[in-house]
């Protein structure tokens, strides 16, 4: 802490370094095709491109089945704002807004822990943990309403918090302004989230008002009712100008979430058993945290011991996290990506708590980021080995990787240095990651420019293991009009020939295709959702034949290929 002995502008540098880190780790490599994220990106990107070619905001426009109205309209109106309706459709353009709004959520948490302790480095603490954990790199990067949604969900709290007794007494003015927030929220999620708001908005003002129910009831209610209210009114618009509201009801309210509560079986059993229990859901606080796990949950138990010492913020932010689990827990489906909206929170504890923190917990934390570092340096060694007379990677990433490891040592071997470089570590054990996948976007991983060209305006068949898959490969064959074949048929290069003229296939890194077909080019690609024989074969060695592969544009000359509606991942 800066008031601990040593030199404070030091520490400043440190940490003004440390930050600097993890702006650049968030916006680097983010036109990867390879980033960790979630399967929704797809559909999300093809309801944001034809909407844009529609040239109308609303209705929205989708190709997939039963996937139109999945969500509400500003995160496919936020995409095509940012790539200029379409007309710069990139990675790039798609997620940069979401990494902006990541970087304004981790300004939240620095202002929190700073205000809340009077203490510059506690605030510096809060963004770094917030940005180290694995849930914030994986749904905080990509084109996916979770950015959005934490950041507007997480802003009234802050501003409540944070101005404390003039925000809890303002009688118009705040109760307006978190009911914009609010809405704004809704419009990229859900009106669903009103409930875990609602719930933890009347506990605050309760909380305030020290538990005197009538006096909350007669000074506070009409102040949440203003926000919810609010909140509502403005989600209320889609149905307004949505030329087809009875979709909208049909598709997102009943189906998207209605849906949810239905136990598809036994809820009770569900309830308490299997991978979307209550119990699942519990733990997917550290499970979020990522590598920071263990310091998160030493910060649970950190924190029950001392209930009875807990300052009023650290109350407020732990009734935050608890109006969410209860929520999340009544739904048949459960998932720790529900609780995104605590993480922000979540951080802002562990920062206050950070000194309190066991010096031997700080090295379990560090011994798994040194193990998943190890096993970047496994991959890489034998990829390159695997890729005969080809330089995979460079000196600059190898020298990363020992700088990484170097770090993790000191922070080992000098407990006074652990707390500070614990999330340090973790922030460039994801830039290695990152680095590790680079060749994979790079020349290794893309068609020649001359292939790319080739295929434009062409029909191309992909292979698609998830819903909407084969939007990626707009990014990867600009131009070129592409079509989804189910990739779990598992059909060899031939079997294809026989179908389609012009295709893509994965093949394991020493393949050559097949025979009497053209090779156009080929790329380097990463595949995922193996199945479960292949996980035990991977298991059991074979790591290289099913998670690295190489991708083959084919063309068969004299083959007539027809476009089968029912046809890819829909």
């Not at 993890?22 to 990107?45: R, T």
């Not at 020493?510 to 199945?531: E, F, V, Y």
Request: hydrophobic content about 50%; proline content about 5%.
């Amino acid at each position: 802490m800066f008031a601990q002995p040593g030199n404070p502008r030091l520490h400043l540098v440190w940490y003004l370094l440390a930050t600097m880190l993890a702006v650049f780790v968030y916006f680097y490599g983010l036109d990867s095709q390879h980033i960790p994220k979630n399967g929704d990106e797809y559909p999300y990107a093809h309801i944001t491109r034809l909407t844009a070619d529609s040239g109308h905001l609303l209705p929205l426009q989708s190709e997939l089945d039963n996937m139109r109205n999945t969500k509400p309209p500003l995160l496919f109106w936020q995409g095509i704002a940012s790539t200029h309706r379409g007309q710069g459709w990139t990675l790039w353009n798609l997620r940069y807004p979401s990494v902006i709004y990541t970087l304004l959520t981790a300004g939240m948490t620095f202002l929190l822990g700073w205000k809340i302790s009077r203490n510059m480095e506690t605030g510096f603490v809060a963004l770094l943990i917030y940005l180290a954990f694995f849930s914030t790199y994986r749904y905080g990067r990509p084109f996916l309403v979770n950015p959005a949604e934490v950041f507007w969900f997480f802003l009234p709290f802050f501003t409540l918090l944070y101005w404390r007794n003039s925000a809890f007494e303002s009688r118009f003015l705040v109760p307006v302004l978190m009911g914009i927030e609010v809405g704004i929220g809704l419009l990229y999620k859900s009106f669903a989230l009103i409930a875990p708001v609602g719930l933890c908005l009347a506990w605050w003002y309760l909380h305030y008002r020290e538990y005197r129910w009538q006096h909350c009831l007669r000074k506070d209610v009409f102040k949440v009712a203003i926000t919810l209210t609010l909140a509502l009114a403005l989600f209320g618009l889609w149905f307004l100008f949505d030329p087809d509201p009875q979709a909208v009801w049909r598709e997102f309210i009943v189906g998207e979430n209605a849906g949810k509560f239905d136990p598809h079986g036994n809820y009770l059993l569900k309830l308490l058993w299997g991978g979307s229990s209550v119990w699942a859901l519990l733990i997917g606080y550290p499970m979020n945290a990522g590598l920071l796990a263990v310091p998160v949950a030493a910060v649970f138990v950190i924190s029950y011991r001392r209930r009875a010492l807990l300052i009023d913020a650290e109350k407020m932010l732990w009734i935050w996290m608890v109006a969410l689990f209860i929520v999340f827990s009544l739904p048949s489906q459960r998932s720790a990506r529900y609780l995104l909206e605590a993480m922000p929170g979540l951080a802002v504890l562990c920062a206050l708590n950070w000194h309190r923190i066991s010096h031997k917990v700080f090295v379990v934390s560090l011994l798994m980021t040194g193990s998943v570092l190890a096993l970047f340096v496994f991959l890489s060694v034998h990829l390159q080995q695997e890729m005969i007379g080809t330089e995979m990677y460079g000196l600059a990433y190898w020298t990363l990787l020992v700088m990484t490891g170097v770090l993790i040592l000191i922070a080992l071997f000098v407990p006074k240095f652990s707390a500070a470089i614990v999330n340090v570590t973790a922030l460039l054990v994801l830039f290695c990651f990152a680095a590790f996948l680079s060749p994979f976007d790079g020349a290794f991983g893309n068609y020649s420019l001359d292939v790319q060209q080739y295929a434009n305006g062409k029909d191309v068949w992909v292979p698609c293991n998830f819903r909407a898959k084969e939007e990626g490969y707009r990014f990867i064959l600009p131009g070129a009009k592409v079509h989804g074949y189910h990739e779990d048929l598992a059909l060899t290069a031939t079997e294809l020939a026989a179908k389609y003229s012009l295709f893509a296939v994965q093949v394991p890194l020493q393949d050559t295709g097949c025979a009497n077909c053209k090779i156009l080019g080929q790329r380097l690609d990463i595949r995922g959702r193996q199945s479960e024989s292949e996980i035990n074969k991977m298991l059991g060695g074979e790591i290289f034949r099913h998670l690295f592969v190489k991708e083959l544009l084919i063309e068969v000359p004299g083959i007539h290929s027809t476009v089968i509606a029912d046809e890819g991942c829909r």
